[in-house]
């Protein structure tokens, strides 16, 4: 192979690493609300959307990133602690379907929502100055700003990795996991625990759309595309657990990148493929433990 | 209370309105979509988010036969019956392997497949969607392009089709599919083979859908790949949910409401999308067994007020 396409491989690669760990801050609230709470949030990407247009709005006014970076996630995890109170948490005592149609319904809203205050127009959110340009790497050119979303998202990994696998809230979200009663009967206010784990897996998906803004802009139609990606990999790695949504996401994220560079008319059915094999090998995911049907 | 309705729909063209028998042509179309989405929801308990791939299905194929082959009514329909079977039996060889919310995500994922190919296929017109469809014939000069004539021709389709599923659903098969609902493992443990009735209720159901997206792109002459898109799926959703999920008249009450509400509404704002996500919301907290469940409610209230009036009558 020559050293040209060895380049190009190695770019590629860096563009599916920052593409798979976007993916990642997406895969693990959805995987997170769902292994807590047995809803399939289907707003999350359009809280992703809504989370990049938020972002955008803020840059506009206070001309900072940094600022966006911070402020979207806090903004759209408490609209997730008001739509956690005052939505879902009275369908708690009905069946999980209930719950996932009222996300199902919150994205129809989201979705006109978002069209009648941002427009059907692409909007990009302009990258930070300080991560303008590109630098030489592997002897092609590398946009600053992907290495950054690539830092990034290495150390949000490990963050929540830490917090997953290391505190006693993690302790208290793997148990309510395995054991929802369980953890209630040990005297922990579940609907507490309920509460912080929607906001979280809303800011979550807020901050992978803000930090996706510069990257891949927003429009309309996105909400569900980001969604129903983000559903394939949890569906490859396995709902619930941080191991499926980390190498669902980096399985997911390299296949479809080197798919668009490689066969951009079928990327997409790729992926597609493996989430039928996986169904067909192992219907759980790969870190899947339990059996689903 | 049938037949009135029966003989409603049939006088219906005589109003002198194209505009209202355009909106109810859409209602009987949609009610079909409805009803066939709820055999899998609210007979076998399997809710499908990505129904509309059959619906599109249905309609590209349609609008394809129609064009490149011929317009005869013999052709257009079974092609796009037995096309949507033929996409059910695929999307869900693969879903029904998983349950709940799982299936539910897969169905959605398969349909948004569905979708993207619709927009890459060079025959199905890409984004600009297919046009000039026919609106079918029956040969020696006899055809259905009139409006009314069309009217007349989706009534009879929906009305047969709303029979057979009724005849399906009181069959054994579907009782054996409303066991399935209620407990699959019992179902399962009595050596009914479940897997293969999920199978071929889904298959039913597609074809159904196909049907009522054959007829959807006659009516309009053009299919959009909106059609196959996740708003339509939940467009059939809602219809299903809002007019009361597990009966076959709810559905099709609730495509009424839908369609009706969409067309006063649209006129007065483009706020559509953001209403109907919210009457929807407003159902599923306070109403979920729809406007079925609604009228059931009020009927026993209304007798449990009858009765305690004798009572009270009699205690005079």
């Known amino acids: 192979m020559s050293t040209d396409t060895l380049s190009f491989i190695a770019i590629q690669f860096l563009n599916g690493l920052a593409y798979s760990l976007l993916l990642f801050l997406l895969a693990a609230g959805l995987s997170l609300i769902f292994g807590m709470m047995d809803v399939v949030n289907l707003a999350h990407g359009s809280f992703f959307l809504i989370g990049t247009y938020v972002g955008l709005t803020i840059v506009r006014v206070t001309g900072n990133f940094w600022i966006a970076l911070v402020v979207t996630p806090l903004l759209i995890g408490a609209l997730g602690l008001v739509v956690e109170r005052y939505l879902i948490r009275s369908l708690y005592n009905r069946s999980p379907l209930d719950q996932v149609l009222l996300t199902f319904g919150l994205a129809f809203i989201l979705m006109d929502l978002a069209k009648w205050i941002w427009g059907a127009n692409v909007l990009a959110l302009p990258a930070p100055a300080a ?36 505190t006693s809230f993690g302790a208290v979200i793997r148990a309510g996991v395995a054991d929802r009663e369980m953890v209630s009967g040990l005297g922990i206010n579940i609907a507490l625990v309920f509460s912080i784990v929607f906001a979280v897996g809303i800011g979550l998906a807020a901050l992978s759309g ?3 803004g510069p990257i891949y802009s927003a429009f309309p139609g996105l909400d569900f595309q980001v969604l129903i990606t983000t559903l394939i990999v949890v569906v490859v790695g396995g709902m619930g657990t941080y191991k499926g949504s980390l190498f669902g996401s980096l399985l997911i994220g390299e296949v479809q990148t080197f798919g668009q560079a490689f066969f951009p008319d079928l990327a997409l059915f790729l992926i597609f493929g493996i989430m039928a094999a996986v169904l067909l090998i192992k219907p759980a995911g790969l870190f899947g433990r339990e059996a689903v049907a | 209370m049938i037949v ?5 729909l049939v006088l219906f063209p005589l109003l002198p309105s194209s505009y209202a028998l355009g909106v109810l042509t859409d ?12 055999l899998l929801l609210g007979y076998t308990g399997l809710v499908s988010f990505g129904h509309a791939a059959f619906f599109g299905v249905g309609a590209y194929v349609a609008g394809i036969v129609g064009i490149y082959g011929g317009p005869e009514i013999y052709f257009t329909l079974p092609a796009a019956i037995i096309a949507a079977a033929l996409a059910a039996l695929v999307i869900g060889f693969f879903s029904i392997r998983t349950a709940g919310v799982y299936f539910l995500m897969l169905t959605l994922a398969f349909s948004q497949m569905v979708y993207a190919a619709a927009f890459k296929a060079p025959f ?51 009782k054996s599919l409303r066991g399935i609902k209620e407990n699959e493992s019992r179902m399962r443990s009595v050596g009914y083979n479940v897997q293969r009735y999920k199978l071929a209720a889904f298959v039913i159901a597609g ?51 839908v369609q009706v509400l969409q067309n006063l509404i649209s006129s007065y704002t483009e706020r559509w999308p953001l209403l109907l996500g919210a009457v929807f919301i407003l159902f599923v907290l306070y109403a979920p067994k729809g406007m079925i469940g609604l009228l059931e409610q009020r009927k026993q209230v209304d007798q449990e007020t009858s009765t305690q009036q004798a009572k009270s009558a009699n205690a005079l």
């Not at chain 2, 009135?4 to 409603?8: G, K, Q």
């Not at chain 2, 339509?232 to 709810?250: E, K, R």
Request: no cysteine.
């Open chain 1, 131 to 166: 991560l303008d340009g590109s630098v030489a790497l592997f002897g092609g050119q590398f946009p600053k700003y992907r290495l950054f979303v690539i830092a990034a998202g290495f150390v949000l990994a490990v963050v929540l990795y830490y917090l997953n696998d290391r």
């Open chain 1, 210 to 212: 803000v930090v996706a």
């Open chain 2, 124 to 174: 199905a017109g890409g984004s600009n969607g297919l046009a000039g469809i026919p609106r079918p014939t029956l040969g020696f000069g006899l055809g259905f392009a009139d409006s009314i004539a069309f009217y007349y021709l989706v009534l009879a389709i929906v009305l047969a089709s709303y029979w057979t599923l009724a005849r399906l659903v009181a069959s054994p098969f579907g």
């Open chain 2, 27 to 38: 209602v009987l179309i949609f009610g079909l979509f409805a009803m066939s989405l709820d």
């Open chain 2, 207 to 257: 074809a159904f859908a196909g049907l009522a997206g054959a007829l959807r792109a006659q009516f309009n002459f053009f299919v959009a790949p909106d059609t196959l898109y996740w708003t339509t799926s939940g467009i059939a959703l809602v219809m299903v949910i809002i007019g009361g999920a597990g009966t076959l008249i709810g559905p099709a009450l609730g495509a009424a409401l």
């Open chain 2, 4 to 8: 009135l309705v029966l003989v409603l």
